[in-house]
């Protein structure tokens, strides 16, 4: 075949190649073969070509004579010539499963790392990761209850959220205690045009507060005080609040299991008030 070849594309040809410049789920790669095929068949030149793919004169000649040879057919990838690689995918995930040798000094694997040390591709160790959903930089924690009346507690609550009471109104309660009031020894200066917002580094302390929140699931709605102390009687204010909050209606409110919360003083307030009821969660009572 002579270095240079005229190219006749079909109309069938040509319909399937121009579909081919407008579909995204074309690989770039065969659709510029496609482009330069129906560039050679308007009769532009090879050095034109290059210049409007950004192909070499080689690349571009080449897929000239293959689409003359063997037609669309021929524009699609080949096998590469070459033995395949061949991966112990068992291998790499045993091994990922066993943590690094001290020597490494880490506690975790990377995909670098392990391709380090087994001898293979860190793009490879990613492939195989994927394939088999490992995660080695991901860490979650966990703790086990002794509580002997946690599956009682887990009934109530998922019962709660799955059969709610009717005419009844579900509020989850918490709290934080030491919240530290802070304040910028200085004003904060405003952006300008330019110049980003500005703060001192430091800091006052203007003590701390206890905030307590009750959040109604069905509507989002939040009922909040912030309080100086975290005790019974705090407790005990906050629970006034809400029940003032909801008048003549039945609350349920889902509460962590600290000692402040089944102190006698709030176990009579509950008792001259039937219509709120607590459900408790987590193993251990905490003053």
């Known amino acids: 075949m002579p270095l240079t070849v005229t190219v006749d594309v079909p109309a069938a040809d040509r319909e399937v190649l121009e579909s081919w410049l407008r579909s995204s789920s074309v690989s770039a790669g065969l659709a510029r073969r496609g482009r330069i095929v129906l560039l050679a068949a308007d009769g532009v030149a090879v050095k034109d070509i290059v210049t409007l793919v950004g192909a070499s004169k080689a690349t571009v000649i080449g897929w000239k004579k293959r689409y003359a040879a063997e037609g669309i057919a021929g524009l699609a990838d080949r096998p590469k010539a070459g033995r395949p690689p061949v991966i112990d995918e068992v291998a790499v995930v045993l091994a990922t499963l066993e943590p690094p040798p001290e020597r490494l000094g880490v506690t975790h694997w990377s995909s670098r790392l392990l391709g380090a040390e087994l001898?293979?591709?860190?793009?490879?160790?990613?492939?195989?990761?994927?394939?088999?959903?490992?995660?080695?930089w991901k860490s979650e924690t966990f703790k086990f209850s002794t509580d002997p009346?946690?599956?009682?507690?887990?009934r109530d609550i998922v019962g709660l959220y799955l059969n709610?009471?009717?005419?009844?109104?579900?509020?989850?309660?918490?709290e934080k205690s030491?919240?530290?009031?802070?304040?910028?020894?200085?004003p904060i200066l405003p952006i300008m045009p330019g110049i980003p917002e500005k703060r001192t580094h430091d800091?006052?302390?203007?003590?701390?507060?206890?905030?307590?929140?009750?959040?109604?699931?069905?509507?989002?709605?939040?009922?909040?005080?912030?309080?100086?102390?975290?005790r019974h009687q705090e407790f005990l204010r906050f629970l006034k609040q809400v029940a003032k909050a909801y008048p003549r209606r039945?609350?349920?409110?889902?509460?962590?299991?600290?000692?402040?919360?089944?102190?006698?003083?709030?176990?009579?307030?509950?008792?001259?008030?039937?219509?709120?009821?607590?459900?408790?969660?987590?193993?251990?009572?905490?003053?």
């Open 149 to 154: 009346e946690l599956e009682a507690k887990v």
């Open 119 to 136: 001898g293979i591709s860190h793009v490879w160790i990613g492939k195989i990761w994927r394939r088999w959903g490992l995660q080695p």
């Open 178 to 186: 030491q919240v530290q009031a802070l304040d910028r020894t200085a």
């Open 203 to 230: 800091y006052v302390r203007h003590g701390t507060t206890t905030l307590f929140a009750a959040l109604e699931v069905a509507t989002g709605r939040v009922e909040q005080a912030c309080l100086p102390r975290h």
């Open 164 to 174: 709610p009471p009717d005419k009844a109104v579900v509020l989850c309660v918490d």
């Open 250 to 287: 039945k609350l349920h409110l889902v509460v962590d299991n600290y000692a402040t919360h089944k102190h006698p003083a709030v176990k009579a307030w509950l008792a001259r008030n039937p219509r709120i009821t607590l459900h408790f969660t987590r193993p251990r009572d905490r003053g």
